[in-house]
């Protein structure tokens, strides 16, 4: 494990984004071509994404969060209504709920850390209208069991798959046409994310009704593209068709956008590849378990999450992140329960939002430095960091230390 001190190992980065030549020429065209708002690179960039995941219809949008709120409120779920969606997210995910009027209500967490159809059902009352999944870290929900139960109480199902380009399920890309029976899928192409524009993302259905509604929905409700304003009534003529927002992507960001699309089979390749690394330096170790796989080849490797056993160790996950910033790592969580929150924590009281197998993981939860770029020596230097602080700290080692020699 190349054996260094940790004083001397270079800083190895949570995350650093996979940038090349071919994004930054398409970035400079895009700027010396005099249009820089929605054209013709981000319709481009749409008739691809559609291309790969087999959805029908793909809207590029200025993050996930715009698309999961342009999906709802197309779909009209509004005040009254009860949307059931993970604990276990980014704030984004509840917020778009809100926005929209809706009461978010939490079902708790399999074993994978994805949502429990099983809670999910527990949770349906008469107000439900809709199933919010989130692929968390890339391992696919299991759709086929939240497709049943959504089709058996009458819900939509819009998908949050800001984890999950380059996941499958079944053998299907997310979001694929006659993979599912959810409504809409939405994806971030933020800067952490597997591909990316900066900001940005994308909305996808294989309802045509409801992509043309988002798409009105998605610039001020505006009739048309600025970029494709004539109509029977002349040029540059459009009407406003309802209160919509600003959620559009723009020609330069979709234009990191194309070429970053062509390389996601690549990226996800190299992603598995350094999680199957981490994988083998880990596996058998008792402080710690590997983070779930789901089905093989389906798993996009967003993030990779070990879960300590602190009942093995001498001390906390964030102790333990604070001894892999001293070994020059860079780690995150993901994610503080959306109960522990002070925004969210009076509502998540309630009895119908207790998730107790969710709050119990998420001290476990560290996620270490994952990303295409991320070289053979560096993995070497985060395991070896990792398996130096659980040989320093682990339990059974503290009790030999503090029972002295022997006699």
């Keep these: ?11 190895v980065p949570f995350h650093l984004p996979a940038i090349g030549e071919e994004e930054i020429q398409e970035v400079v065209a895009t700027l010396r071509s005099g249009w820089l708002t929605t054209g ?22 200025n993050s996930c969060t715009a698309g999961l709120h342009l999906a709802l409120a197309a779909l009209g779920v509004g005040p009254g209504d009860e949307v059931i969606t993970t604990p276990l997210t980014f ?21 994978d850390c994805n949502i429990d159809p099983k809670s999910i059902e527990a949770r349906i009352t008469p107000r439900t209208r809709a ?3 989130v692929h968390l870290a890339g391992i696919p929900c299991d759709m086929e069991a939240i497709g049943a139960i959504a089709r058996r109480h009458n819900l939509f199902v819009v998908e949050d798959a800001a984890h999950a380009i380059g996941s499958f399920y079944r053998g299907r890309s997310i979001g694929a046409a006659g993979g599912g029976s959810s409504d809409a899928v939405a994806w971030s192409f933020y800067a952490t994310k597997n591909i990316t524009t900066g900001e940005g993302g994308m909305v996808t259905t294989n309802n045509p009704d409801l992509a043309a509604r988002m798409k ?3 610039l001020h409700g505006i009739s048309k593209d600025a970029w494709n304003r004539y ?14 927002f600003k959620y559009n992507l723009s020609d330069l960001q979709s234009a990191i956008g194309i070429h ?18 981490y994988n083998e330096y880990f596996r058998g170790v008792d402080e710690i378990e590997l983070p779930p796989d789901g089905a093989p080849g389906e798993n996009s490797w967003h993030i990779y999450a070990l879960r300590l056993h602190l009942d093995r160790l001498g001390i906390g996950r964030n102790e333990f992140m604070d001894e892999l910033k001293k070994r020059g790592v860079g780690a995150s969580v993901h994610f503080i329960p959306i109960p522990l929150h002070p925004f969210f924590a009076e509502w998540a009281k309630r009895p119908e939002n207790d998730c107790p197998r969710a709050m119990k993981l998420w001290p476990r939860l560290v996620s270490l430095p994952l990303f295409p770029g991320l070289r053979d020596e560096q993995v070497d230097a985060v395991a070896a960091a990792v398996l130096e602080i659980v040989r320093e700290h682990s339990r059974r080692a503290l009790a030999v230390a503090a029972a002295g020699p022997a006699r």
């Design 40 to 61: 013709e690179r981000t319709a481009r960039f749409e008739r691809d994404f559609t291309a790969y995941t087999g959805a029908r219809h793909a809207l590029a949008v």
């Design 131 to 133: 199933i919010l999944p």
């Design 1 to 11: 494990m190349n054996g260094q001190n940790p004083e001397n190992r270079k800083f």
């Design 216 to 218: 009105v929905l998605c």
């Design 91 to 111: 704030c984004a995910t509840v917020n778009t709920i809100l926005h929209v009027g809706a009461t978010p209500v939490l079902a708790d967490v399999g074993a």
């Design 231 to 244: 109509t029977e009534k002349g040029s540059w003529y459009y009407e406003v068709l309802e209160p919509g």
């Design 260 to 277: 970053q699309l062509r390389k996601v089979d690549a990226l996800t390749a190299a992603r598995r590849s350094r999680a199957a690394m």
